[in-house]
């Protein structure tokens, strides 16, 4: 089992939409939590971090976070075809330091207009 | 404010051959991260250094090695290239206390013939 996991995807959502993104993870002692969103040739780019149960919001974006089912969302609302871009999921494990994580495969997502 | 800067940006290497990578951190940071990127997957974790010494190892073998100098900037080197050397090698940079985001380059695109 792989420690951290996407969707691939391409995930496909009308401008407009809800896009959801979905990660899980195997090791329980993990401990912080982030999405980063990569263009195309482009490098990541932080867009939420979370480190406690529930829900945090930053503008459009929702992050959810659930331990006891070793889970981690992000929501897209109003999808905009400028949000077209892989997103990747990223663990720090009990121990790592922050430059340590653990990156699952991404998902593409892509907004049509 | 100059963010992470690498350089160069892309390079062309035979297998066999060396290559050295290097890296500037964001103004205030001092600590280096360097992750290797596959077509298609995540970043994965090479190495992370602080006050010129390495201070976590991901699963990669000796023949990556790195540095760290006095102005903590910091240098990747790969000895023995293999094709599956081939990939974004990106570089990202943080503050002492673990909890800024890491911020990347842009990366370097190492494509070993």
């Known amino acids: 089992q792989k420690e951290v996991e996407q969707n691939s995807g391409p995930l496909s959502v009308p401008e407009g939409a809800i896009a959801s993104l979905n990660c899980t993870y195997s090791?329980?002692?993990?401990?912080?939590f982030f999405w980063y969103r990569q263009y195309s040739g482009k490098s990541p780019e932080l867009i939420m971090s979370?480190?406690?149960?529930g829900d945090k919001e930053d503008g459009r974006f929702t992050a959810q976070l659930n331990k006891a089912s070793q889970y981690v969302s992000l929501l897209i609302r109003d999808s905009q075809p400028s949000d077209s871009a892989t997103y990747l999921c990223?663990?720090?494990?009990?121990?790592?330091?922050?430059?340590?994580?653990?990156f699952g495969k991404g998902t593409k997502l892509s907004v049509k207009p | 404010d100059a963010g992470v800067t690498q350089s160069p940006t892309h390079l062309i290497k035979t297998r066999g051959q060396q290559v050295t990578l290097r890296c500037s951190p964001k103004?205030?940071?001092?600590?280096v991260s360097w992750y290797q990127q596959a077509l298609g997957q995540g970043p994965q974790f090479i190495f992370q250094?602080?006050?010129?010494?390495?201070?976590q190892r991901g699963n990669f073998p000796d023949r990556f090695s790195g540095h760290q100098f006095p102005n903590y900037s910091s240098e990747l080197n790969v000895n023995a290239l293999l094709l599956g050397d081939s990939a974004l090698y990106l570089c990202?940079?943080?503050?002492?206390?673990?909890?800024?985001?890491?911020?990347f380059g842009n990366g370097t695109r190492l494509t070993v013939t």
């Open positions: 990202a940079s943080s503050d002492r206390t673990g909890h800024s985001p890491l911020h």
């Open positions: 090791d329980r002692v993990s401990q912080s």
């Open positions: 979370i480190y406690s149960n």
């Open positions: 990223a663990v720090n494990k009990l121990g790592g330091s922050q430059g340590n994580l653990i």
């Open positions: 103004s205030g940071h001092d600590t």
């Open positions: 250094y602080y006050e010129e010494e390495e201070r």
